[in-house]
């Protein structure tokens, strides 16, 4: 039941671009991206909402695709501060329960 | 700002122990929520909460059992430690329903057991 993400990891250079994705074999309704940085609690970025796309912060955006039950988190023009630990997270319907992927390790280097 | 704060960034047991690891959070969320992390397998679920006294299992509940007599308060307890239980234990908090029920974390702790 739990969310698949491609990579497991990826090392990037500063300035350079990477895509996370999300797959779920159940439907989505909404979906929720987060980082963690090393030592600390993951923490929101951003929701994806049923039918739309929704930018976020910097220059990190999402998309959402309900139909083939995926999201994607788009990181542009990396900066070191985005290294981290990328969870997408959803709230399973009809339920009140709350899962998450299987998690991304990103690392940007100098 | 919404604050979860777990009890102990760090423990060490023994194999055997009773293990207890408290988390409180202060914005009146109905949802609370433990899951531990593990390198290659993200979170998983293991005990959710969404009300005083109730409870529900998560994906990996074998080993674990919780306790919520107050809303603001979640425990999740190990009754018999055991080595492969060693892990980084989060504990969230969340709005009861609807789409924009994002999780806000504790941060977390790092449980050996030996």
């Known amino acids: 039941q739990q969310p698949v993400q491609s990579p497991q990891a990826v090392i990037l250079r500063e300035g350079e671009d990477a895509v996370i994705n999300c797959s779920s074999s159940?439907?989505?309704?909404?979906v929720h991206w987060y980082r963690q940085k090393h030592g600390e609690a993951p923490v929101f970025l951003m929701i994806?909402?049923?039918?739309?796309e929704q930018k976020g912060h910097e220059k990190i955006s999402a998309s959402f695709n309900e139909k083939k039950q995926q999201s994607s988190l788009y990181l542009t023009a990396s900066q070191l501060s985005y290294s981290g630990t990328y969870f997408c997270g959803t709230p399973v319907g009809g339920t009140y329960k709350y899962i998450f992927g299987t998690g991304t390790r990103l690392k940007v280097l100098a | 700002d919404v604050k979860v704060t777990q009890s102990s960034r760090y423990l060490v047991k023994r194999t055997g122990e009773k293990v207890f690891l408290e988390c409180v959070q202060d914005?009146?969320?109905?949802?609370m929520f433990w899951y531990r992390q593990d390198p290659g397998l993200g979170l998983r679920l293991i005990y959710f909460?969404?009300?005083?006294?109730?409870?529900e299992k998560g994906d990996i509940p074998e080993g674990y059992s919780v306790s919520r007599e107050k809303k603001e308060r979640f425990s999740l307890i190990l009754e018999s430690a055991s080595t492969n239980q060693t892990s980084m234990y989060l504990c969230?908090?969340?709005?009861?329903?609807?789409?924009?029920?994002?999780?806000?974390f504790g941060q977390g702790t790092r449980l050996t057991v030996v």
């Open positions: 969230a908090s969340s709005l009861m329903t609807g789409a924009h029920r994002e999780a806000f």
């Open positions: 159940k439907a989505l309704y909404s």
């Open positions: 909460s969404y009300d005083v006294k109730m409870k």
């Open positions: 994806l909402l049923k039918g739309g």
């Open positions: 914005m009146d969320h109905e949802n």
